[in-house]
């Protein structure tokens, strides 16, 4: 179509313009501003406040937001090979975290986030051992206690719901029941109260087994927690190495046991009974483990055994070590790592 460019007919157009693109500014603001607060969240949502926490202890006087559910996690990084000569670098991470421990106050988080990185680099037998030592004291005090320190990502505060159970809230953050009650001195699942707050942890949490040197190195996420001596099997029926997952329904306290050899049954208050204060079933993901059922994490009657290989395959632990696995590994998300 042609354009008529008569000089009055300009005139007018660019005054009925200028009048169309004020009205048009206007409609696209409100529209805007309709947009954000009927459309910019799913209907029935709220938008989140910060939750303050009254109930549980924290290393400032600031507000705890509650936490949101964790993404399920990727089994952690297994260390590299030792170093004959100390890691500059590693030394220098560590310096720092020591400065950070000795500060007024204390940056716990900062400490832990250099300890973790060091345990990723190649390094000497002597620095991973400090590191693994220093990260073992440092969860006594970040995990398991009731304190929460501020920019921490793996523990926070959360208000209970009306008719909440706490084993509910342990599945939403991926973490077994049992650690909650510990870390709130919680008697009884059953005594949580509504509107109570409380310390969570955003897990899961993995297990590394190494039998070169028969330990078990726990981890939340990625991070390092802490390490447990541990007994393995005896030649001919060695530990398959491999990625394991916690069998879902597979925990167990004390559960009746009939020996695949023998074809004898034990039961938990037999005096001879052989599987010590917990079991923990595994189902194999890959590897060598790949598909293998009937093993677990479990106690022992013969703590002498821990450290050797002198199971029919399974990972054996000291009684009060297997009780504390157990309150950590979260069965159908905690995943157990067996490597040399």
Not at 132 to 142: A, C, G, I, P, V
Request: proline letters at 7%; hydrophobic letters at 40%.
């Amino acid at each position: 179509m042609a354009l008529y460019h008569s000089h009055s007919y300009s005139r007018r157009g660019r005054r009925t313009q200028m009048w169309l693109y004020s009205i048009s500014a206007l409609v696209i603001i409100v529209a805007v501003i309709y947009g954000y607060r009927h459309f910019g969240k799913t209907k029935g949502e709220k938008l989140p406040l910060p939750a303050v926490n009254t109930n549980v202890e924290t290393a400032t006087e600031s507000a705890v937001v509650e936490p949101t559910v964790p993404a399920p996690e990727a089994m952690t990084t297994i260390p590299p090979e030792l170093t004959t000569e100390p890691n500059p670098k590693a030394a220098e991470l560590i310096s720092e975290a020591e400065t950070a421990l000795n500060a007024k106050p204390a940056r716990i988080i900062d400490a832990r986030t250099r300890l973790n990185e060091v345990l990723l680099m190649h390094i000497s037998g002597q620095q991973r051992a400090f590191v693994k030592e220093r990260l073992s004291q440092l969860s006594d005090k970040w995990l398991f206690s009731r304190t929460i320190f501020p920019q921490d990502e793996l523990c926070g505060s959360y208000k209970v719901k009306p008719g909440e159970m706490l084993s509910a809230i342990g599945k939403r953050f991926k973490v077994p029941h049992e650690i909650l009650m510990e870390i709130n001195n919680i008697p009884a699942a059953e005594a949580l109260q509504a509107s109570e707050t409380i310390k969570i942890i955003n897990g899961p949490f993995h297990a590394i087994v190494h039998r070169s040197t028969f330990t078990m190195d726990v981890y939340l996420q990625n991070t390092f927690v802490r390490s447990f001596p541990v007994g393995l099997g005896k030649p001919g029926m060695e530990t398959p190495t491999g990625l394991w997952l916690v069998k879902p329904g597979g925990k167990l306290i004390s559960p009746t046991w009939t020996d695949p050899i023998s074809g004898k049954t034990y039961e938990a208050e037999d005096p001879d009974y052989p599987l010590g204060s917990r079991w923990i079933g595994l189902e194999g993901i890959s590897g060598q483990a790949k598909g293998r059922t009937g093993f677990a994490i479990h106690g022992t009657k013969s703590p002498e055994e821990i450290g050797t290989a002198g199971s029919q395959g399974c990972i054996r632990l000291h009684n009060g070590d297997a009780i504390l696995v157990y309150n950590l590994l979260m069965p159908g998300f905690s995943k157990v790592q067996v490597v040399e």
